[in-house]
Each structure stands twice: as structure tokens, then as C-alpha cells.
């Protein structure tokens, strides 16, 4: 597997739900992030980690919950969402300030919440 | 402000035409300018990228960008355009050891067979 993962790339579910977005790096980057992409916006900066560490919030709702166990690795938790939530959700990872700083993004998870 | 614009929201052009998608932006700092283009349903792919150097980059898929410090510009062209390159096409902007890209809002092309 190469690039950026996302899983799963479709999620439906009602507002008490609980789900959770996963994300993969596989280019060895320091630095991951999340999107919110809706239609006719440009994209939301959500989150932002460096080194496992959280350097970015957007002014996320609460609802979104992220995690980074590892530098690979990053999960959004999501609860109680609304329908203006419907969007599709990107991850992105890069390596920061090796002066050639360039996002590479993952394929997405296209949410609907009912 | 920091911005990206892109002027136009649709393009449609002919099979073999060639194109241009503009792009503006307003950066405090010295800019790292990028293409990506995403085709629907997918992320976003990486086209081209211009760091420093040379102001005419050339990316995948034989498109090119020409960075203009005079005029805040940063287009992008390609020669002769492919039904496959139908997509939407984003601008963005960051800078060396920051984390936010400002992204433009997109330019959808359509490409008449």
C-alpha cells in the first residue's frame, strides 16, 4: 500500500450514532491532517498534527473528536452529528519544514448523516 | 488577508484546445504555490508544485504553471486538452514549515469530445 489511506470511503449514519474515519500514511511524514470538504466551499482546515501532537483546531465542534496514536496514523471520532456535517472528509500527511513542504491527501470518506 | 482566487468557477473547452486555469493569491510570506486536481469521488491528486527557482514548472499529466511574483499569479496550462482531464482543479498557497494550505475554491473543467 502506497500514498495516503482512507477508510471506509462511504459512511451513512444517523445523528446518535457513533463511527469512527480512519486514516494511513505510507510516506513516512511527520505531519497529518484533516479536511472538511462541502460542496461550493473551499476546504476546511480541521486538524492538524505534527509528531503525534495536535497543533491545529480549527474551532472544530466537539462532536469531531480526532486521535493520533502514531505518526501514521489518524482517526476522527465522530458523535451526535448533524446534517450540515454531510461532507466528504479528507486526510492528508506531509513532512514539515523540510522545505519542500507538499500535502499529499487520501482518496477521502464521503459522509452522510441522516 | 491571505487569499487564493479562482476567477472562474466553470471552464468548458474542446477536446484539443488548449487551457488555462487562473489563480490569484495574497501572502504575507514567500509563497509555495501548488495545483491539484480531483476527480469526482476521489481525493486530491498533486499536479505540479513551485518552491523557489525557475518560474515555469512543469507537473504530471503535460500540464504547466507559470509563477508571476508581479501579479500574484500562478496559472495553469496545458497545451491540448484530453476528455480524461475533466475534473476540478484547486489552487493553493502555504509557505516553508507552516501547516495551513489556503486553498482557492476551484474551477471545474469540462471537456466537449
Known amino acids: 500500500e502506497t500514498g495516503v489511506t482512507q477508510t471506509p470511503r462511504h459512511l451513512v449514519m444517523g445523528m446518535t450514532n457513533k463511527k469512527s474515519l480512519k486514516c494511513e500514511q505510507h510516506?513516512?511524514?511527520?505531519?497529518m491532517y484533516w479536511y472538511k470538504q462541502s460542496a461550493k466551499k473551499p476546504l476546511e482546515l480541521m486538524f492538524v498534527y505534527n509528531f503525534k501532537e495536535q497543533t491545529e483546531n480549527n474551532s472544530v465542534p466537539s462532536r469531531f473528536s480526532p486521535e493520533c496514536p502514531n505518526s501514521s496514523h489518524l482517526f476522527l471520532h465522530l458523535h451526535t452529528l448533524q446534517p450540515e456535517d454531510s461532507a466528504l472528509y479528507l486526510c492528508?500527511?506531509?513532512?514539515?519544514?523540510?522545505?519542500?513542504?507538499?500535502?499529499?491527501f487520501g482518496p477521502g470518506t464521503r459522509l452522510t448523516v441522516l | 488577508a491571505q487569499s487564493v482566487t479562482q476567477p472562474d468557477i466553470h471552464i468548458t473547452v474542446s477536446e484539443g484546445a488548449s487551457l488555462e486555469l487562473r489563480c490569484n493569491y495574497s501572502y504575507g510570506a514567500t509563497p509555495y504555490l501548488f495545483w491539484y486536481v480531483q476527480s469526482p469521488g476521489q481525493g486530491l491528486q498533486l499536479l505540479l508544485k513551485y518552491f523557489s527557482g525557475d518560474t515555469l514548472v512543469q507537473g504530471i499529466k503535460g500540464f504547466e504553471a507559470e509563477f508571476k511574483r508581479s501579479q500574484s499569479s500562478f496559472n495553469l496550462r496545458k497545451p491540448s486538452v484530453h476528455w480524461s482531464d475533466a475534473a476540478e482543479y484547486f489552487c493553493a498557497v502555504g509557505s516553508s514549515g507552516t501547516y495551513k494550505y489556503i486553498f482557492g475554491t476551484g474551477t471545474r473543467l469540462k471537456v466537449l469530445a
Open positions: 492528508a500527511s506531509s513532512q514539515v519544514a523540510s522545505g519542500t513542504d507538499t500535502q499529499y
Open positions: 510516506l513516512g511524514h511527520n505531519a
